[in-house]
């Protein structure tokens, strides 16, 4: 199983521009979630998904847009990028049984803004 | 809002020391989980406690969620190189079940062989 996949890995934009940070997972898990880490910050959730058709805002929504079309696919929009947006992005997935809920996590897309 | 408080930021220890992280919350929560990021890598699932008090331990690992379920900590015995990375603890939001994870800061341990 691949778990969960982020495209691309690495990633260069300019201030203004706009692109998509692809997520998927083939678990058929309910939850996913972007995250973006920051030096001494933790991980911070940017939105989540319950499922197709519901998505909703974490901590930090600003500036970034996501739609949940598919149970697989959750991909993130940066409108118009911004060097406050330069991270660590990373994709979660889980599930829920039995009180469980244990997140998958991709590889990670490193993001600079110059 | 949602708070979890990490304990240290980081911590250096000489390859055989214990190493432990501690982990607050501001509200009561249903429970807690503890990840493992790996320099470059990303964060890794170690454990879920649930319990008022419950202690669990994986090898060398001991987890315990305290009693009043505001605290949580992970503690290390006789580290080894192979524990260098940083490691979370994560509010899975109570409520209800929507697979969002608040986290805190994150404890970044280095081994010193």
């Known amino acids: 199983n691949a778990g969960v996949t982020q495209t691309p890995k690495f990633q260069v934009l300019k201030t203004g521009q706009s692109m998509t940070l692809q997520c998927a997972q083939d678990?058929?898990?309910?939850?996913m979630s972007w995250y973006r880490q920051d030096p001494g910050m933790g991980l911070r959730l940017i939105h989540y998904?319950?499922?197709?058709?519901?998505?909703d805002q974490g901590e930090v929504p600003n500036g970034y847009n996501v739609s949940r079309s598919t149970t697989e696919d959750f991909p993130l929009r940066l409108l118009s990028a911004a060097p406050s947006q330069t991270s660590v992005y990373f994709c979660a997935s889980s599930y829920s049984r039995q009180g469980m809920a244990e997140a998958f996590f991709g590889q990670g897309t490193r993001l600079t803004v110059v | 809002g949602q708070q979890v408080m990490q304990i240290p930021q980081y911590q250096h220890v000489q390859e055989g020391e214990d190493f432990t992280t501690y982990c607050n919350s501001s509200t009561t929560l249903s429970n807690i989980q503890w990840y493992k990021q790996r320099p470059g890598g990303h964060p890794v699932f170690l454990i879920q406690?649930?319990?008022?008090?419950e202690v669990k331990k994986q090898k060398r690992l001991t987890f315990q969620f305290g009693e009043a379920k505001k605290n949580s900590s992970l503690h290390i015995t006789a580290t080894q190189t192979t524990d260098v990375g940083t490691y979370f603890c994560?509010?899975?939001?109570?409520?209800?079940?929507?697979?969002?994870?608040?986290f805190g800061q994150g404890t970044t341990l280095q081994v010193k062989p």
């Open positions: 678990m058929n898990h309910e939850y």
């Open positions: 994560a509010d899975p939001s109570g409520s209800g079940n929507t697979g969002k994870l608040i």
């Open positions: 406690l649930v319990k008022s008090g």
């Open positions: 998904s319950v499922g197709a058709g519901i998505t």
